[in-house]
């Protein structure tokens, strides 16, 4: 893949931008490629207010902020987002829409603070005039969007077979992820999505729609060409037919909630053989589709 580019204000390369992978790790001991970073300034603020009592407090609260994308001069959406790792949040987006092919090749991808605007820019002509005027907004926060022709193309995915999750590996990933320091535990309003590998976290991101959370992460994976076939997805979000939709685009065949289900979001995971486990807390958890995937090899009784 070609050589990615952000400019702000002039030009920087990817990897030189302090500002963009001030999460990244610090040593050998953390598994985590990306993480979140509460302490970033940029993504929350204090605000005055009172409690139960009346009492007066001051709190940190998430900071939202627009962000248009375009695809090379084509102007695609504005999402609502926290404003970190704009880049992999764009290019997770067309990807999860079917706006940019795996095989595209990438020549800059144009970033500019002041006016909320990211462009990606391709050397394959685009136009998608027409699929804009065909979409679905879904049940995720801060308005999700499915495009019609991802639907089509669903339909196709196929997901490896020869892959497991141990229970082992799930309470590991759900007390690792529940124990960090996040957002979530900073400020809240905000929704987390990780990507692991056996029962370590490699990527975890936050953003206030876990949509964008789940792009970032597929941004992540198309810049650094990571796989998804041996891979497990976790989020703190409902499991949605959007969820599985985004899921299965990336090739993960495990998708896993501390949260619930939709009807739609179970029958999807059943018609491409997705692993759909949810309200996994603790050691408790229900897989309504995959269930051949999880081998049982920690009693639940075990400390």
Not at 89 to 101: H, I
Request: glycine residues 8%.
């Amino acid at each position: 893949m070609e050589d990615l580019f952000i400019i702000r204000k002039g030009a920087c390369t990817l990897r030189r931008c302090p500002h963009i992978f001030r999460a990244m790790r610090t040593d050998d001991d953390d598994s985590f490629l990306i993480k979140p970073d509460p302490g970033d300034p940029r993504l929350t603020r204090k605000v005055e207010g009172v409690d139960q009592s009346g009492q007066a407090l001051i709190t940190s609260v998430t900071v939202e902020r627009p962000l248009t994308l375009f695809l090379n001069g084509q102007e695609i959406v504005t999402m609502m987002t926290i404003g970190d790792y704009p880049e992999y949040l764009a290019l997770g987006y067309l990807l999860n829409q079917n706006m940019l092919l795996h095989d595209d090749k990438i020549t800059a991808i144009d970033f500019d603070a002041d006016i909320d605007t990211i462009v990606v820019r391709t050397k394959r002509k685009t136009d998608y005039e027409e699929k804009l005027k065909k979409k679905t907004l879904t049940s995720g926060c801060a308005q999700g969007t499915v495009f019609g022709d991802v639907m089509e193309s669903f339909e196709k995915k196929t997901l490896p077979t020869d892959v497991e999750i141990r229970t082992s590996w799930l309470y590991a990933l759900i007390k690792r992820i529940n124990t960090q320091p996040s957002l979530y535990l900073e400020a809240g309003a905000i929704h987390g999505c990780a990507l692991a590998l056996g029962g370590k976290p490699l990527l975890y991101m936050e953003d206030v729609g876990r949509h964008n959370a789940v792009d970032k992460i597929a941004g992540y994976m198309f810049r650094e060409n990571m796989t998804g076939e041996d891979k497990i997805f976790y989020t703190t979000g409902r499991l949605t037919s959007e969820m599985v939709i985004k899921t299965v685009q990336m090739g993960i065949p495990i998708l896993v909630s501390r949260s619930g289900f939709t009807a739609w979001g179970v029958d999807l995971a059943r018609q491409v053989g997705l692993t759909l486990i949810g309200r996994a807390r603790g050691r408790r958890f229900i897989a309504l589709a995959g269930a051949e995937r999880i081998v049982h090899d920690v009693p639940i009784e075990d400390d």
